[in-house]
């Protein structure tokens, strides 16, 4: 059990607080949501409390693929269309993309970073790393890329599960 020490409102100081129940820390999707609220929390104190880990990856996408359409980059970055749609909208408005028809198809809209958006994008990475490393510092330096192996191999696993019909 762990004590709160919450005052003004909230628990008051030495109520006990309830640790999860075995069962629910046995199932791997507890864990999951706890290490991305904790992910969430993290971000938003020490990388950028405006810029979201997804508009990052967005971002990042652009970078690297210079030019591609919104639809193609959203499996890249494991956004569905629309939120990818919704995100590079808010992007745009922020001037940190420029969005165009693609030559190929008046309906695609092609990416390309602004100014604004190469520099914010080089400050981003700069703390997203220095977070990355805080996050990795318990581990073997020689055991992160395979415990981001892990993660990414673990995350391409639950969303064939979630694109099943029945289990």
């Not at 028809?101 to 695609?108: M, S, T």
Request: with cysteine; aromatic share 4%; charged share 25%.
């Amino acid at each position: 059990m762990t004590r709160s020490t919450t005052t003004n409102g909230g628990t008051p100081r030495g109520r006990v607080s309830p640790d999860p129940p075995p069962d629910l820390v046995a199932a791997p999707g507890y864990g999951a949501r706890r290490l991305y609220q904790a992910y969430l929390a993290a971000w938003t104190r020490h990388v950028d409390a405006v810029l979201t880990g997804p508009q990052f990856a967005v971002l990042c996408a652009v970078r690297a693929y210079p030019d591609a359409d919104q639809t193609a980059l959203a499996g890249a970055v494991a956004l569905d269309t629309s939120t990818m749609a919704d995100v590079c909208r808010r992007m745009e408005r922020r001037g940190l993309i420029s969005r165009h028809a693609a030559p190929h198809d008046a309906r695609a809209k092609v990416l390309t970073l602004t100014d604004d958006g190469v520099a914010a994008l080089a400050e981003t990475n700069r703390r997203a790393r220095a977070l990355d490393e805080a996050l990795l510092a318990g581990g073997a330096a020689e055991q992160r890329p395979h415990l981001a192996a892990l993660l990414n191999d673990l995350g391409a696993q639950w969303e064939d599960v979630a694109d099943r019909d029945a289990i």
